[in-house]
């Protein structure tokens, strides 16, 4: 079975600092897609950034990019030029290209930005 | 654009009362799916679709009914309410079954079972 693991729990930087989530995940799987979904206080979730495995380039963002190796089963996320609307719980997930339609998520990291 | 609608946001039910947490979307998406959301932990998945008429137990479906009369509305019944489903519940959509498509998110639905 998939996992998902985003061993920081919390963080924070000043504005205007660069800050990386990490992210690893366990498959045995070679086609996938992986991504970054932001939960600000409002709760609700939304996309920001994604990731086919397939693609040795690194999807980017705008001030947003990831950092994707795939033999180490790492995806994180970077972001640039911090700002306060940044402040959130940031979910790394997985998505199998043959699962049941499931995304597997980690369990979150809480950014705060700091002014 | 309304994307995907939740309601209600917010509600108290007691031990063993059932209710509907409704959700529908204007996108003319295929998939429909139902998460809970748990303190410390990522959303799970509950029940999800892939197209009216046609639903599919997730992580976690125990307690739960869905049904797909329509491709817009993916209502989640509770059966019989129990304190273990105080949670937080996302109704989410994507375009197809298409594993690669992004999955829009509601806004959440607040429940709280006393």
């Known amino acids: 079975a998939q996992t998902v693991t985003q061993s920081q729990p919390e963080m924070s930087v000043q504005e205007a600092e660069t800050v990386t989530l990490s992210c690893t995940y366990d498959?045995?799987?070679?086609?996938?897609?992986l991504f970054w979904y932001k939960q600000p206080p409002s709760r609700q979730m939304i996309l920001v950034i994604r990731q086919e495995a397939y693609k040795q380039q690194n999807a980017t963002e705008n001030r947003f990019s990831v950092n994707f190796q795939k033999a180490a089963k790492s995806f994180s996320l970077k972001i640039s030029d911090s700002q306060l609307g940044d402040t959130a719980m940031y979910f790394c997930?997985?998505?199998?290209?043959?699962?049941?339609?499931?995304?597997?998520w980690g369990a979150g990291t809480k950014l705060i930005i700091k002014p | 654009n309304a994307g995907v609608t939740q309601t209600p946001k917010f509600q108290v039910l007691k031990t063993g009362q059932s209710m509907t947490l409704q959700c529908a979307q204007d996108m003319n998406h295929e998939y429909m799916s139902w998460y809970r959301q748990d303190p410390g932990m990522g959303l799970r998945l509950i029940h999800y679709?892939?197209?009216?008429?046609?639903?599919d137990q997730g992580e976690v479906p125990n307690g739960y009914n869905v049904s797909r009369s329509t491709t817009e509305d993916f209502p989640l019944r509770l059966l019989s309410a129990a304190p273990s489903q105080t949670s937080v519940y996302f109704c989410?959509?994507?375009?197809?079954?298409?594993?690669?498509?992004?999955?829009?998110f509601g806004e959440g639905s607040w429940l709280t079972v006393v």
């Open positions: 498959t045995s799987e070679s086609n996938y897609y």
């Open positions: 679709s892939v197209g009216a008429g046609i639903t």
């Open positions: 989410a959509s994507s375009p197809s079954w298409d594993s690669g498509n992004t999955i829009y």
């Open positions: 997930a997985f998505k199998s290209m043959d699962s049941n339609y499931q995304l597997i």
